[in-house]
């Protein structure tokens, strides 16, 4: 695989050291931004934007053509794998993923299969045509939802703010849930080598609702299928660093670094030193800032992120992010800002002292960098 | 004080020996039962069920009359307080909260005072009441949300899933949150200074929003005003323990042990052998049967109740309940085959081999007790 120009993401993964902190941000391409609605407008649904590969190209890029961030990822959505599987995926306006046929008995469990991945070329599509366009400028990063997270959609038929169904289904019938488990990790593992394959640079796993699980239950539906997912990976020679993201898992990390990932991705309520501290050297941390710190003032972006590059430390192998996705409100303006702070904060060629948390000393001066693409 | 005929849970909460495992459980008199239903009926509005002392003390009473919990908890509602400062408090069938005048501007958060706490006599009286109907049987909680929590409300107008707005304040204007916390402080230590004066045993602040703050945020904008609430009341007299409960505050046990709480409630996402090994013996802790294993199967449910206990371990210091609220669509055989579960698995006549978690040897029986009510 050719490696891109700016391949500070990649070494941050592999804990190398860089010469900024590299940044992107979780739905870096999306509803904040003019050109993505329009874009948006154009495609018709949601689904159809996901599904046609030059318009999920042109919103990748759109992020990447304003700010000089360090990695695109892929647009697309999680929900593609259940949707192959045949629940008959939509989106509804303001409400979020709706499946047409969610996994409502016992019947339906038991007619669950892997699905043919020619069903989700268009997803492999999109990846190879977003490879040429960025043409070796910065890594992409491919993604999928865990095992847990897909169940999740899959059981209740849409979003929830506790998925009381699924919770309910693991301790009455557990044996259900592990066998959708399994055949997530198959299809999640088979997706992620596909993605790969065609030019995905590393690849992140979002388990959005791993979170609300107990501890133990979290080892044993979440973390353990996702390990299986990471095992089928390198069984399959991917290359690809990983970076794994449970909402809600800062009480886990010691386990979660333990289960094979490159990386580990940080919702903002994790102590992001005490992260350090307790994962030790074995896995990249990201993260962490609150997405609703991009609403508030220049200022308190740059004392945030401050703050949050101080508490990575002087250690190789970290990435900044949010903690949780861009929300739609965002100034694009602040996004700016934030991405020029973190360059020039962590500029190594820039001394400590000036960027020293303290900010007694004159503060750094952000300048605008071309954006590498 | 009196001390109540069963006083498990009091002593439970000074870390002394008890001869079962004191159990009771968040939101215990609730939509589960048929005769709350029927009494919630009659009162009309959720509102006025609160403010009808008589009412109030019924339903309290109604989880008491058919499972031996170890203690009543005072039915009320944590929005009193914002209420009586006139923010005009409402529940709208099947969506919750919503204030006619929420704190949506910065004149409004310069109004804001400490309420007068006569507004709030209705809630003294149903703790007067309810004292009298227990009759010395078992201890009375009294409680309040949070400063935080209370803000996150008042600011929001209504629930919310990540209460953004807060969020947003804290990072734009978080003068104006520490005016807000810094009066809900006041309010919340007086409120509960006097349910103790009127007959509380033991009172619970109940955070349920300080686990959307990153560590940081929530030292300074929620733990640093519940330590204030129970400052102020220490110094008014009260000899009441108390207990604190942040949803989602699994990762911050260390410093919430150190706020000056006799207990940490713990939320089901929060692994209970670990959270005893990091708080010692500082504090007392309750908790954590995920709410949902309520719905499963009489089975499941002792095997999670066991591993809970098994979890707790042999020290004193431990409260059974759940991690969250019961939920409506609960079965009351359920709780009543819990509550059965932890007072035999925990009875300290019966041998530990024979509440081996293991299950190999045969099984304690559990036997109907009385409610002592």
Chains 1, 2 share one sequence.
């Not at 053509?65 to 306006?93: H, K, N, Q």
């Not at 488990?181 to 394959?197: C, M, T």
């Not at 001066?365 to 071309?370: A, L």
Request: charged content about 20%; overall charge neutral.
């Amino acid at each position: 695989m050719m490696r891109p120009r700016n391949d500070t993401l990649l070494r941050a993964l592999s804990r190398e050291p860089t010469e900024h902190v590299p940044i992107w941000l979780m739905r870096q391409a999306g509803r904040y931004l003019p050109e993505y609605n329009a874009t948006r407008a154009r495609a018709g649904s949601f689904m159809q934007l996901c599904q046609d590969p030059a318009l999920a190209t042109e919103v990748t890029l759109q992020p990447l053509a304003r700010f000089p961030l360090d990695a695109a990822i892929l647009f697309s959505d999680i929900l593609t794998i259940p949707d192959a599987m045949g629940l008959g995926l939509s989106f509804v306006e303001g409400e979020g993923p709706r499946f047409a046929r969610p996994l409502s008995d016992e019947a339906a469990v038991g007619r669950l299969a892997v699905p043919d991945l020619a069903r989700l070329a268009y997803v492999f599509d999109a990846v190879s045509a977003i490879k040429r366009a960025l043409d070796g400028s910065v890594p992409l990063l491919g993604f999928a939802g865990s095992p847990f997270t897909l169940a999740c959609y899959m059981i209740e038929g849409c979003g929830s703010a506790d998925f009381s169904r699924v919770r309910r289904l693991l301790y009455a019938r557990p044996d259900l849930l592990h066998r959708i488990l399994a055949i997530n990790a198959e299809a999640v593992a088979a997706y992620l080598a596909e993605q790969v394959r065609h030019g995905a640079d590393a690849v992140m796993i979002f388990d959005t609702w791993g979170g609300l699980l107990s501890a133990g239950a979290y080892a044993a539906f979440s973390l353990a299928y996702i390990e299986r997912v990471l095992q089928r990976l390198r069984a399959a020679g991917s290359p690809a660093p990983t970076i794994v993201f449970t909402k809600g898992g800062g009480q886990w990390l010691e386990r979660i670094a333990g289960c094979g990932c490159s990386a580990i991705g940080l919702d903002w309520m994790t102590d992001l030193a005490g992260a350090r501290a307790r994962v030790g050297a074995r896995v990249a941390l990201q993260g962490n800032l609150d997405p609703q710190v991009l609403l508030s003032t220049p200022a308190a972006i740059e004392a945030e992120a401050r703050a949050i590059l101080e508490a990575a430390g002087p250690e190789p192998g970290f990435i900044f992010n949010l903690g949780h996705g861009i929300v739609p409100e965002t100034p694009p303006e602040h996004v700016a800002t934030l991405v020029g702070c973190v360059h020039a904060l962590s500029d190594v060629r820039s001394s400590r002292k000036q960027t020293s948390v303290e900010g007694k000393s004159p503060r750094t001066r952000v300048e605008p960098r071309s954006s590498g693409t």
